[in-house]
């Protein structure tokens, strides 16, 4: 297509382009609920789950969407309150392993660092509340899920911090 027929293309489109204009009609409630992507948490937070003893230990799992927002290894006031709730637990002098886990979304480049981080987040709450505590931080990512991915209420229960001690 030469110059010439390019420019006549775009004299005559232009006119139809998109433009802020002042005089566009406001979209129906029915256009703007179509364009929106409405998503539901409803079966995919989870909480505190009640330490569970296994083989001369004990772990406490949190789900990190009780103490994380998506992406984020950012601990709120919130989310510290929550986890410094559950302290008492933990033996005076035990040796701590701050584990965390995340769904299988984002491959290894994503999640090996979110996960490391997230623990130690966590550990950092756990330094400042109880220093008799000697801890061991690690990031799994996704190589441990907790239970099979085959939704986002599954994805979720996989999306955790484990404190284990011996107990």
């Given at each position: 297509?030469s110059?010439?027929?390019?420019?006549?293309?775009?004299?005559?489109?232009?006119?139809?382009?998109?433009v802020?204009?002042?005089?566009?009609?406001?979209?129906?409630?029915?256009?703007?609920?179509?364009?929106?992507?409405?998503?539901?948490?409803?079966?995919?937070?989870?909480?505190?789950?009640?330490?569970?003893?296994?083989?001369?230990?004990?772990?406490?799992?949190?789900?990190?969407?009780?103490?994380?927002?998506?992406a984020?290894?950012?601990?709120?006031?919130?989310?510290?309150?929550?986890?410094?709730a559950?302290?008492?637990?933990i033996?005076?002098?035990?040796?701590?392993?701050?584990?965390?886990?995340?769904?299988s979304?984002?491959?290894?480049?994503?999640?090996?660092?979110?996960?490391?981080?997230?623990?130690?987040?966590?550990?950092?709450?756990?330094?400042?509340?109880?220093?008799?505590?000697?801890?061991?931080?690690?990031?799994?990512?996704?190589?441990?899920?907790?239970?099979?991915?085959?939704?986002?209420?599954?994805?979720?229960?996989?999306?955790?911090?484990?404190?284990?001690?011996?107990?």
């Amino acid at each position: 297509m030469s110059a010439g027929a390019i420019a006549v293309a775009m004299a005559l489109l232009l006119p139809f382009a998109y433009v802020d204009r002042e005089d566009a009609p406001e979209p129906s409630a029915e256009r703007i609920e179509r364009s929106v992507n409405a998503y539901s948490t409803e079966g995919s937070v989870t909480g505190v789950e009640a330490p569970a003893s296994t083989g001369g230990g004990t772990t406490l799992t949190i789900g990190s969407d009780v103490l994380f927002a998506y992406a984020s290894s950012e601990l709120d006031q919130t989310a510290q309150a929550a986890l410094g709730a559950q302290l008492d637990q933990i033996p005076a002098g035990a040796q701590v392993t701050v584990e965390g886990h995340t769904d299988s979304r984002g491959g290894d480049a994503v999640n090996v660092p979110l996960s490391t981080a997230r623990a130690e987040a966590v550990a950092g709450v756990l330094r400042a509340s109880r220093t008799d505590l000697v801890l061991q931080v690690v990031g799994k990512a996704s190589s441990e899920p907790a239970v099979p991915e085959t939704d986002e209420p599954a994805m979720a229960k996989n999306r955790r911090v484990e404190l284990s001690w011996a107990s």
